[in-house]
């Protein structure tokens, strides 16, 4: 019940989120400043889903196990997210191939777990919901990138946020909940990412003077 009423609060918070940003969207001319306003707007809601998420899982894990585990465990999932963090925004173009391979990492690992469904399962249940956690840690990087590298991101978002929900849902029903929350955030400001790129490319509207133009004479 309270994973269910959480998981409200995140689409409430999320669409008045998005309302407020495609209004502003709306009233804009410019496409650059558009895609700029759609840039925000993803990177707002997977700030917001990577509070949400990261809050409950150090919850979670400080009420089970709890103390000096707990930090433990919460240390190897959020030292590496600030490294990844930072090196997108520091270091965009080594991040694209970083993020890329640790996709590509983590999509391999989704395919593993609903293959080898039992033995996976059996896993999480002693060290708790893993390919969460990683799709987790692995978007909140990607979204930083977003930043930096507006188009690549988008397409990893969509990624890492589509492909282990199917084959979760095709391999086993194991994990399907947890994944589907941590992944819905991501395919959404990955949409947005790749409209902004591609609203970034088109022209700005001719500028308009005010003033009208000045009528040549005729020749005699």
Known sequence: MQRIVWLIQIVVVAGLVLGGFYYSVRRQPDPVKRAVL???AGFGLMALSTFFFGAFVIGDTFTDPGGWKAAGLVAAW????????ALSWLRPGWAVYALAVLSAAVIGVSIWSAISAEAWRSFEDRHGPILAV??????AAIAVLG???TSVAGVLLLAVGVIPVI????????????LSVVSAPPVIAGVLYLVSAHMAERPPPP????????????AA
């Open 147 to 149: 930043l930096k590298r």
């Open 78 to 85: 959020a030292v590496p997210l600030a490294g990844l963090a």
């Open 167 to 178: 084959v979760s849902s095709l391999g086993s029903s194991l994990g399907f909940a947890s």
């Open 134 to 139: 990683l799709i987790f840690v692995l978007v």
């Open 207 to 218: 500028a308009h003077t005010g003033t009208a133009s000045v009528e040549q004479p005729k």
């Open 38 to 40: 759609l840039r925000r």
